[in-house]
């Protein structure tokens, strides 16, 4: 049966298989189980009912076209990193990147001229917002006195 047939009329009695192929391609196909065996093509394929991950409410298994049992995805080699590690290592490779193109010409005076730069643009702009703030609250004082008449 086609695929659209089993996922549409089949569907509660369907499982997905997805098949990954040696040239790198992978197929997902909706297929109705005989007893503990689906078959794709000429491939039989068995399933179980501990290798299998529910998407969308549908057993869902993976297989390798040279395996007739399912792939665990879970507890196949994996790599020992976790994606925080990942991120971490990544960011710290840029920033060490980053610092080995600046030659590692680390003047302490330039380094200060700079932060001394950026606190006085940071504390003039604190001292801009408080500025403009009190006149918008004196201006909506003024107005709330005009309007209730005290």
Same mark, same amino acid.
């Given at each position: ?9 089949? %569907? ?8 990954? +192929?040696?040239?790198? %391609? &992978? $197929? /997902?196909?909706? &297929?109705?189980? $005989? ?14 009912? #501990?290798?299998? +991950? !529910?998407?969308?409410?549908?057993? /869902?298994?993976? +297989? ?10 879970? /507890? #196949?080699?994996?790599? $020992?990193?976790?994606?925080?590690? +990942? ?8 920033? %060490? #990147?980053?610092?080995? /193109? ?10 200060? !001229?700079?932060?001394?730069? !950026?606190?006085?643009? !940071? ?7 408080? =500025?403009?703030?009190?006149?918008? =609250?004196?201006?909506?004082? #003024?107005?709330? $006195? ?5």
């Amino acid at each position: 049966m086609s695929n659209f047939i089993v996922k549409t009329f089949y %569907r509660s009695k369907a499982v997905k298989a997805i098949i990954t +192929y040696p040239d790198k %391609r &992978v $197929k /997902t196909f909706w &297929v109705v189980p $005989k007893g503990h065996t689906i078959t794709i093509g000429n491939n039989s394929f068995n399933i179980n009912k #501990e290798d299998f +991950y !529910l998407q969308k409410g549908i057993p /869902t298994y993976f +297989y390798n076209t040279n395996n007739t049992e399912p792939v665990n995805v879970i /507890t #196949e080699a994996q790599s $020992k990193i976790t994606p925080d590690d +990942y991120n971490v290592a990544i960011s710290s490779a840029v920033a %060490r #990147e980053i610092f080995e /193109t600046s030659g590692g010409n680390k003047n302490p005076g330039l380094i200060s !001229l700079i932060f001394s730069i !950026l606190a006085t643009a !940071l504390s003039g702009g604190a001292v801009y917002l408080v =500025v403009e703030l009190t006149k918008k =609250v004196d201006q909506i004082t #003024e107005w709330l $006195k005009v309007i209730l008449g005290v």
